[in-house]
């Protein structure tokens, strides 16, 4: 069968350090978040792989906590945005700022220019500040008073909303979180894992006493990395018939986006990485497909009455595809 990057090779050595980097930014973000290692995988896979994340779920589970851990992790700038109904666009990207002095303009960053940005409760806001970030997250750069600007790199966009309140939101439209690379929910602890806790919190926070084991510019390697994953052709065609049945089940309106496909295709090989392997496997498809797709699909008003969810219709359609050996 051929490969996607055949000349691309990653030899044994390069992907032991690699594990091994990962595994120690694993371990780093699990002293802080105790019992979600699924959620802490699929973060690691999205920063690997230069996506966003879109965190949906009730105040108090850590997804601030989550996103500073990632910042100390690889020793990178963080930035945290509270948005609100009266945060303007300037707000995120900056404005130029006159100075009377020689009548010049200097332009002023906004907190968008960082590495890791928390963009909470992204729904506050209205959408004319929402759409603010798309070009951000899209083509990690931002437009402002028509001049181009490349932001930092790595730059990785987490965003929260609480998926249980309305009042005050402004949804976001589907053309919005087509943007987001994957939606994690981190959910509440098990009893055990809530005691361990309080009591790791009992004299400091965790976060106290976090301390980098990366750099960004070894992040940004690891991140090349990636590319020279090698992705089988018939995986491939897996990836491409999984986001093909969305479009076509009866109990979806709008299926996933070619968007879909390429980032489930880029999630994938970030996952492989992640586990230590230069070739991906339809078991990384499989475990991926849900958060990155779920999304990504309009449901049609007799499955919404129905209570399907759409995370448990593209495991269903999962299901369906047949898998290649």
Same mark, same amino acid.
């Given at each position: 069968m051929s490969q996607d990057n /055949?000349?691309?090779? +990653?030899?044994?050595?390069?992907?032991?350090?690699?594990?091994?980097?990962? %595994?120690?930014?694993?371990?780093?973000?699990?002293?802080?978040?105790?019992?979600?290692?699924?959620? *802490?995988?699929?973060? !690691?896979?999205?920063?690997?792989?230069e996506g966003s994340v879109l965190m949906e779920d009730v105040p108090g589970v850590g997804k601030t906590t989550l996103a500073k851990a990632l910042a100390g992790s690889i020793d990178a700038d963080f930035s945290r945005i509270q948005f609100t109904p009266d945060l303007l666009p300037a707000d995120i990207l900056g404005a130029s700022i006159y100075n009377p002095a020689d009548g010049s303009f200097t332009f002023r960053p906004g907190p968008i220019f960082c590495n890791v940005l928390l963009a909470d409760e992204i729904n506050r806001?209205?959408?004319?500040?929402?759409? %603010?970030?798309?070009?951000?997250?899209?083509?990690?750069?931002?437009?402002?008073?028509?001049?181009?600007?490349? +932001?930092?790199?790595? #730059?990785?966009? !987490?965003?929260?909303?609480?998926?249980?309140? #309305?009042?005050?939101?402004?949804?976001?439209?589907? %053309?919005?979180?087509?943007? #987001?690379?994957?939606?994690? @929910?981190?959910?509440? /602890?098990?009893?055990?894992?809530?005691? @361990?806790?309080?009591?790791?919190?009992?004299?400091?926070?965790?976060? @106290?006493?976090?301390? /980098? *084991? +990366?750099?960004?510019?070894?992040?940004?390697?690891?991140?090349? +990395? *990636?590319r020279k994953v090698r992705v089988e052709r018939s995986v491939s065609h897996y990836i491409v018939n999984i986001v093909g049945l969305t479009r076509n089940d009866p109990r979806v309106k709008l299926g996933a986006s070619p968007r879909g496909s390429l980032m489930l295709f880029a999630a994938a090989r970030a996952a492989a990485l992640s586990e230590g392997r230069d070739f991906v496997l339809p078991d990384d498809v499989q475990a991926l497909a849900a958060p990155?797709?779920?999304?990504? !699909?309009?449901?049609?008003?007799?499955?919404?009455?129905?209570?399907?969810?759409?995370?448990?219709?593209?495991?269903? !359609?999962?299901?369906?595809?047949?898998?290649?050996?």
């Open positions: /055949p000349k691309t090779v +990653l030899d044994e050595a390069t992907l032991a350090k690699a594990h091994g980097t990962l %595994a120690s930014l694993k371990a780093n973000l699990e002293h802080v978040i105790q019992g979600k290692p699924d959620a *802490v995988n699929l973060l !690691i896979v999205a920063l690997l792989a806001a209205s959408p004319r500040t929402q759409s %603010a970030m798309l070009e951000a997250m899209a083509e990690s750069q931002t437009t402002i008073e028509g001049e181009c600007r490349p +932001l930092p790199a790595p #730059f990785f966009v !987490i965003a929260t909303e609480n998926p249980v309140e #309305f009042h005050g939101t402004y949804p976001l439209p589907e %053309a919005q979180l087509d943007r #987001f690379m994957m939606v994690i @929910d981190l959910g509440y /602890p098990d009893p055990d894992t809530e005691v @361990d806790i309080l009591h790791a919190q009992a004299s400091e926070h965790p976060l @106290d006493s976090i301390s /980098p *084991v +990366l750099d960004r510019e070894r992040m940004v390697k690891l991140q090349q +990395l *990636v990155i797709l779920g999304h990504r !699909i309009v449901l049609t008003p007799k499955a919404k009455y129905e209570g399907v969810t759409k995370r448990r219709i593209v495991e269903h !359609i999962v299901e369906q595809v047949p898998v290649p050996t």
